[in-house]
């Protein structure tokens, strides 16, 4: 008698489940999709990409972790490669379209190997050892840089630049941002101590991008508040309060009752004396400017003004503590306490009308720990872009002087990097010899895009600087204009050592992740039978429309 077997379902309905090679080829190919959306944008001749969000709002941009994280991607395995590009822009501020296009170039490569039935671990192992072997490459191969190489740290800023929306104006920039390096550099027990934070970035719209300005010290969003101020004051002694220039209200309900008229002239005129006596404190200590965190009441506004004191309030934390670097004075937080020695020095404090708005500029620091880069540009977009070339820029001068290493770019190092794996892979034995050749590979597609993005053959223009390698010239890079061989370092295309090992170990990491997945199970959520979002139609196995290989 045949028993009919009950089949067991062990997750719940509506999960999509894709097992073995399926799982693999999924995985890569949306990991492959996303370093192909952003493999155009990449070097000099890389174009912009528009993205338009669900609420109209316009992006135009060329920078690849914006790009990634406006498009709002939902497939599991593609998130994991953005993460890649959110890495490198935390730890170096450039280089996110240059690690997620190796991120894919890898994955890519391993598809043929496991092809070719080489075990996934076999890969992982060997692509582990590669970038192991890479990072000693690239170690030996940079060059020492300080930050008195001030030529050099200019040629960093520039190629930084290049391909963005700043490039027209970028010697101009490059001035500008070492300059502000250079001013908030700090040299604590014989080591560097650069913070970006020091360096705030402001931007407004009106103007060309040449008119944007360095300003050494801090400008603030805030305008004076109260007309009677003076506008401009020389040789400024700032106050920086973080409480209240205003009559604090009692914690505790109290209840005052007033009979008689005179009383409340009383009540009044004790409140104007306790106002009056805070503001006298202000003026005692010879401050001559206030920017407060917290309100000032009208009438100490009044006072103020009748003294000729320049008062700004409601001031963001992050200003207070950037102008306490810039101007050397200390927050005070009780105004009984405050004293000469806790004011701030600055050559100018004035209010600027800059566009439609009236800004505050703490200039003419002495030696300003905290800078003010003030970006212009024609419209919004212009302005936000070269506010992310700058921001790269000085991303890529601090990555540089802070493990004090550069090498070229324009493909130089990958190159070398290629050549340099080849040897090593023919020192291994068994199939990780294999996956090493591969990661050697994976290295070329940066010459190869930049080549494609410019319009060069990339076949002849990769042989050509193969040969140059080989004949030891190791900064031998692609030159986008002319599409000939150029050595990279005499043109001046510098990059931060730091962009490249965060790059490769990120892109390999993530590689080898995805590599190692051979199941995916989607959950059906709450809602019963359904796919998570970004799923492919047809399961997670299914291509998505138009993909169908």
Same mark, same amino acid.
């Given at each position: 008698?045949s ?30 999709l ?36 406006e ?20 730890e ?24 070719q039935?080489?075990?996934p671990?076999?890969?992982?192992r ?26 050099i ?18 010697e ?9 390096i250079?001013?908030v ?10 913070? &970006? ?6 931007? &407004? ?16 969003d ?21 409480? #209240? ?10 209840k ?21 006596a ?15 965190q ?22 963001k934390?992050?200003?207070m503590?950037a ?18 020695d806790?004011?701030?020095k ?9 566009g ?22 024609g ?17 890529d ?6 493990i ?13 990097l ?8 023919e ?10 050749? #591969? ?17 060069i ?12 390698h080989?004949?030891k010239? &190791?900064?031998a ?26 790059a ?14 051979d ?6 959520? &709450?809602s019963?039978?359904?796919?998570p979002p970004?799923?492919?139609p ?12």
């Open positions: 008698m028993r009919e077997v009950q089949p067991i379902f062990i997750l719940p309905e509506g999960t999509q489940r894709t097992t073995g090679r399926n799982a693999q080829r999924t995985n890569i190919m949306a990991a492959k996303v370093a192909e959306t952003v493999r155009t944008t990449l070097g000099p001749k890389g174009m912009d990409k528009m993205i338009v969000d669900s609420m109209g709002d316009v992006t135009v941009t060329n920078d690849g972790v914006t790009i990634l994280e498009m709002q991607i939902e497939h599991p395995s593609a998130k994991m490669i953005v993460e890649v590009a959110k890495t490198q822009e935390d170096v501020g450039d280089g996110t379209t240059t690690a997620v296009v190796i991120a894919g170039e890898l994955l890519k490569n391993a598809e043929v190997l496991l092809d039935e080489v075990h671990t076999v890969i992982a060997g692509y582990r050892l590669a970038e192991a072997k890479a990072q000693e490459i690239l170690r030996s191969i940079a060059e020492d840089v300080k930050i008195t190489d001030r030529d740290l200019k040629k960093i800023a520039m190629t930084a630049m290049t391909g963005k929306g700043a490039e027209n104006a970028k101009t920039l490059a001035d500008m941002t070492i300059k502000a250079e001013s550099a700090e040299e604590i027990d014989g080591k560097m101590i650069i913070e &970006k934070e020091h360096i705030q970035i402001e931007k &407004k719209v009106g103007a060309s991008v040449e008119e944007s300005e360095l300003v050494k010290g801090v400008i603030l805030k305008e004076r508040v109260h007309s009677g101020m003076p506008m401009s004051i020389k040789n400024a002694r700032i106050a920086l309060v973080d409480s #209240a220039v205003e009559i604090k209200n009692t914690e505790i309900d109290a005052i009752q007033i009979t008689d008229p005179s009383q409340m002239q009383a009540f009044i005129d004790q409140e104007e004396k306790m106002l009056r805070k503001v006298d404190k202000i003026v005692n200590s010879g401050a001559n400017v206030v920017i407060c917290k309100g000032i009441d009208d009438i100490a506004q009044h006072f103020l003004a009748k003294k000729g004191i320049y008062a700004v309030r409601r001031a934390q992050s200003d503590e102008l306490s670097r810039a101007t050397g004075g200390k927050i005070v937080t009780n105004l009984d306490d405050l004293s000469a806790d004011l701030g600055a050559g100018v404090v004035e209010e600027v009308k800059v439609d708005e009236e800004m505050t500029y703490v200039k003419e620091c002495k030696n300003p720990k905290s800078v003010t880069m003030l970006i212009r540009g419209t919004t977009h212009v302005v936000d872009e070269v506010k992310r070339a700058i921001t790269d820029a000085v991303g001068v601090i990555a540089a002087l802070k004090g290493k550069v090498v070229a770019g324009a493909g130089a190092p990958e190159l070398e290629a050549k340099e794996l080849r040897k090593y892979a020192t291994l034995s068994g199939r990780e010899q294999l996956a090493v050749q #591969a990661f050697a590979n994976a290295m070329e597609v940066i010459p190869r895009t930049l080549a494609e993005n410019a319009g053959d990339p076949i002849d223009s990769l042989t050509e600087l193969k040969s140059a080989d004949k010239q &190791k900064w890079g692609i030159d986008v204009f002319s599409g000939k061989v150029m050595d990279a370092w005499e043109r001046g295309v510098i990059e931060p050592l730091k962009i490249k090992t965060q490769i170990s990120s892109a390999s990491e993530v590689a080898v992740m995805i590599l190692r997945i199941d995916v199970i989607a959950g059906s959520g &709450k019963g039978g359904g796919m970004g799923m492919p047809g399961g997670m196995g299914g291509m998505p429309p138009g993909m169908e290989m």
